[in-house]
């Protein structure tokens, strides 16, 4: 129980400032002996109360951000639902081949962010146009996708979601962040309901993953709201690394 807990509260730090906190929990339900698929089950539903912990920590950077966030959310409540189901009816081999593939784009978007940014607004200005408060078309449908991923394991969903929002919307890292975290929270929210529907939830093991990763979220939005562009960017890419590795040793 007690592994359970620091396991959800490492969790709930690390998917606020980036994601990737089930790289922690689900290994550790894995090595008490929970079956994988209720051990994902119950990591997704634990870790909700985390998401909203992180999002309700970055409250301040989300001011004037709502109308974006009706808008990209619904795009994460319909990729977490197709998610969830891809889990439920999939075998669970069916993603390891494209996981790290994804993880390190997201990486290499992460380090060129600065540069692509500048060129889609110097786009949108010599055609006269100003980039719309919700970005660009094109990122509703990524963040659809990167939902997608997310209800179905969701480990790095925090760097892609980063990687998408940062070349698609004019923000500082900082509210990037802080609407990834109500991203993120949408679209574990949605899978957990799924879940909860339809699937073995461990109550006591999502019981345990929910309290540490709510007082995670607390301590990772105090944590990544005093990290620098280029900090906050280096620990992005470092984590993303980490899935990677982690992704190619368990192949």
């Not at 807990?5 to 980036?18: D, K, R």
């Not at 909700?48 to 950077?61: C, D, I, M, N």
């Not at 055609?127 to 394991?153: I, K, N, S």
Request: charged content about 10%.
């Amino acid at each position: 129980m007690a592994a359970v807990l620091f396991a959800g509260i490492a969790a709930g730090t690390i998917n606020t400032v980036v994601g990737s906190g089930t790289l922690i929990t689900f290994p550790t339900l894995l090595a008490l002996g929970i079956p994988p698929v209720t051990a994902n089950v119950s990591n997704t539903v634990g870790l909700v109360p985390g998401s909203l912990s992180g999002a309700v920590g970055y409250r301040r950077e989300l001011a004037g951000q709502w109308p974006r966030l009706v808008r990209l959310g619904s795009a994460s409540l319909i990729g977490g639902v197709a998610g969830a189901v891809l889990l439920l009816v999939l075998p669970a081999a069916a993603f390891d081949a494209v996981v790290p593939v994804l993880i390190l784009l997201g990486c290499v978007l992460v380090v060129l962010q600065p540069r692509l940014s500048r060129r889609v607004a110097a786009r949108a200005e010599r055609r006269g146009q100003t980039p719309p408060e919700h970005g660009a078309a094109w990122v509703w449908g990524l963040v659809a996708l990167t939902g997608v991923y997310g209800g179905y394991f969701g480990a790095a969903q925090g760097v892609l979601l980063m990687a998408v929002l940062g070349v698609g919307l004019q923000e500082t890292m900082q509210r990037n962040n802080a609407t990834k975290n109500v991203l993120a929270l949408l679209v574990n929210g949605v899978a957990a309901v799924v879940f909860i529907l339809v699937a073995d939830v461990d109550w006591r093991v999502a019981g345990l993953i929910a309290v540490g990763s709510a007082i995670g979220g607390q301590i990772g939005a105090t944590v990544g709201r005093r990290l620098p562009p280029m900090a906050l960017r280096a620990f992005i890419v470092l984590v993303g690394l980490a899935a990677v590795t982690h992704f190619l040793l368990e192949s």
